[in-house]
């Protein structure tokens, strides 16, 4: 069973970040960290616009430590798409042996 995050709303409660180098970084050094896509609503530029999204969160083992990946600038990292979102974790991260699908109820 995948671990699955909570977005937080409020500063206080943000979960750790991680942005594309961080996580090949990590992905080299851990290669036991699973790595969750998680379906979620999002509005897009203009507010009418509600579709699904994918954000990616990735956990590492035993410590159950959970990171949002974001982009460069610092906002968190949506896909449109899950195979480009899956695409993206085989680029970023080669050597990760699990990665999770969560999706909304």
Do not use: I
């Not at 998680?38 to 699904?52: A, I």
């Not at 949002?68 to 050597?95: M, W």
């Amino acid at each position: 069973m995948a671990f699955m995050p909570s977005f937080a709303n409020n500063e206080e409660d943000k979960m750790p970040t991680l942005t594309k180098k961080e996580l090949a970084v990590l992905s080299e050094a851990n290669p036991d960290l699973s790595v969750n896509l998680v379906e979620l609503e999002h509005e897009g530029k203009r507010t009418e616009v509600v579709g699904r999204w994918w954000a990616m969160t990735v956990v590492l083992p035993g410590l159950e430590k959970v990171y949002e990946v974001v982009t460069a600038l610092g906002k968190r990292k949506l896909f449109k798409h899950l195979d480009v979102a899956v695409d993206y974790v085989k680029e970023s991260c080669p050597h990760t042996k699990a990665v999770f699908v969560v999706f909304s109820t």
